[in-house]
């Protein structure tokens, strides 16, 4: 993925586990937590990583946004998003993944025949994978075509913590919130 130049970040803590906020000039470009899958290592730690900006505006509102929606106090989030990292394709999963509501749930098939491309479900699952903006643009939200729970670059007992808190599909054995994440 291409990020803006000009991208800055924020550490910030959740009740799944450190986050790394980016931003764009134009967006919100970024929420991963620490380790997740698909990353920008590079950008995010060591001597080449995007600044560190505590005092920038959006990442603090979207810092308090996560933290309210954690707390169960936001259902969704109300920030201006950058996809301009991704693919055309990409982007158009990732704006379907914004349809997908608190408390439901679809399947990788479901979003490749929203898309008009009904054999695609592969490519879905790869944009789906490659979502920079875990939990805002809410890629947990997808299940495989018989409801199991399927790949999440976060991991899986994260997906699972965070479809419990928004009382979603099958993970009602998972208890919110969940213990032993730092």
């Given amino acids: 993925m291409q990020f803006h130049p000009h991208t800055v970040q924020l550490r910030t803590s959740t009740l799944l586990g450190p986050?790394?906020?980016?931003?764009s000039p134009t967006g919100l470009?970024?929420?991963?937590f620490e380790?997740?899958?698909?990353?920008p290592g590079m950008q995010l730690y060591g001597p080449a990583a995007w600044p560190c900006v505590p005092g920038h505006a959006l990442l603090k509102e979207a810092a308090q946004q996560l933290e309210q929606?954690?707390?169960g106090q936001?259902?969704?989030?109300?920030?201006?998003?950058?996809?301009?990292?991704?693919?055309?394709?990409?982007?158009?999963?990732?704006q379907a993944l914004l349809a997908i509501g608190r408390g439901a749930t679809t399947s990788y098939?479901?979003?490749?025949?929203?898309?008009g491309r009904p054999l695609a479900v592969r490519a879905v699952g790869a944009a789906v994978?490659?979502?920079?903006?875990s939990v805002v643009v809410p890629c947990h939200r997808v299940v495989?075509?018989?409801?199991?729970?399927?790949?999440?670059?976060?991991?899986?007992?994260?997906?699972?913590?965070?479809?419990?808190?928004?009382?979603?599909?099958?993970?009602?054995?998972?208890?919110?919130?969940?213990?032993?994440?730092?």
């Avoid at 470009?29 to 991963?32: K, R």
């Avoid at 969704?76 to 990732?94: H, M, N, Y």
């Avoid at 098939?109 to 898309?115: I, S, Y």
């Avoid at 495989?144 to 699972?160: F, Q, V, W």
């Fill in 19 to 23: 986050v790394r906020l980016a931003a």
């Fill in 144 to 182: 495989g075509s018989d409801g199991s729970l399927t790949g999440y670059a976060g991991g899986l007992d994260r997906k699972t913590a965070l479809l419990r808190l928004e009382n979603a599909g099958p993970a009602t054995a998972y208890n919110f919130p969940p213990q032993g994440f730092a």
């Fill in 74 to 94: 936001r259902a969704g989030f109300d920030l201006p998003l950058d996809f301009s990292g991704g693919t055309p394709f990409q982007q158009a999963v990732w």
């Fill in 29 to 32: 470009a970024g929420v991963w």
């Fill in 69 to 71: 929606y954690f707390a």
């Fill in 129 to 133: 994978g490659r979502n920079p903006l």
């Fill in 35 to 39: 380790g997740q899958r698909h990353e």
């Fill in 109 to 115: 098939g479901a979003l490749g025949r929203q898309l």
